[in-house]
C-alpha cells in the first residue's frame, strides 16, 4: 500500500465517523477543527473503525493505540504504575542507572540522559516506547508530541514537529530515513516528495 494510501486509510477511519448534528458535530473522543473543516480524535484518543475510541484515564494514545504513560507499566490490578529505574536522569560521565532492569542510560548528544533498558524488538519495549533497531546500539525510546491535535507547526512539540494539515491534522514525525525506518512503532518512514514535504512517518496516530 503506497504511504498516500496508507495515510488516507488511517484518516478516513477517524473522520467517517462525523455526524451532523447542531450541538455535536463529531462522535464519541473526537472534536471538530475549524481550520481543517473536519472532526480529528481528541488528544488522548485513538482512530477505530467508525470514529475514535478514548483511552482510560491512566493512559495514553501512544502508536495507535492506549497504552501506560512513558515510564509506567501495568500492575496486577490493569492500572499504570510508575516503573522503578525506567525515566530516571543519568549521566554516562558521573551518575549511571542503578536499577539492573533499565540500566541502560539513553542520552542524545553530551553525557546526560534517562535510563531505559537495551532491546532487539519492540516486544521487549513497554507498549510507550520503540527500540530503535536502526541504531548501533538499540534501546527502548519514546517520540514525544506524536499524535496531537494541531492547526499550524506552532502546536507541535518534542519529536513530532510536523502538522499535518491536510489530513490527521495531528503532529507526526518528519526528516525519517527510509532505509533505517527510524520511526515510531506501527509507522512507516513514507517518501512525500513528489507534493513537496519531507519524509513523513505515518501509519496509526
Not at 46 to 58: F, L, S, T, W
Not at 128 to 133: G, L, M, N
Not at 169 to 177: E, K, L, P, Q
Not at 191 to 200: E, I
Amino acid at each position: 500500500m503506497s504511504a498516500v494510501l496508507l495515510t488516507a486509510t488511517v484518516i478516513g477511519t477517524a473522520i467517517g465517523a462525523c455526524l451532523y448534528d447542531p450541538d455535536q458535530r463529531c462522535g464519541p473522543a473526537m472534536h471538530f477543527v475549524d481550520v481543517a473543516n473536519a472532526c480529528v480524535c481528541d488528544a488522548n484518543a485513538i482512530a477505530v473503525p467508525g470514529g475514535c475510541k478514548a483511552c482510560a484515564a491512566d493512559e495514553v494514545a501512544a502508536g495507535g493505540a492506549c497504552a501506560c504513560p512513558a515510564g509506567q507499566t501495568k500492575n496486577e490490578s490493569n492500572v499504570c504504575v510508575t516503573v522503578a529505574g525506567l525515566g530516571d536522569a543519568c549521566d554516562t560521565a558521573s551518575s549511571p542507572c542503578n536499577n539492573p532492569m533499565y540500566s541502560y542510560c539513553a542520552t542524545s548528544g553530551g553525557t546526560s540522559g534517562t535510563c531505559t533498558r537495551t532491546c532487539t524488538s519492540n516486544a521487549e519495549c513497554d507498549a510507550a516506547y520503540t527500540c530503535t533497531t536502526w541504531g548501533a546500539h538499540p534501546y527502548c525510546r519514546t517520540f514525544k508530541g506524536v499524535g496531537k491535535s494541531c492547526t499550524s507547526p506552532a502546536d507541535c512539540t518534542g519529536d513530532a514537529m510536523f502538522c499535518d494539515t491536510y489530513q490527521t491534522h495531528s503532529c507526526i514525525v518528519a526528516g525519517c530515513d527510509l532505509v533505517k525506518n527510524d520511526c515510531p512503532r506501527g509507522q512507516t518512514c513514507s517518501d512525500f516528495s513528489m507534493f513537496g514535504l519531507p519524509n513523513l512517518c505515518v501509519g496509526a496516530p
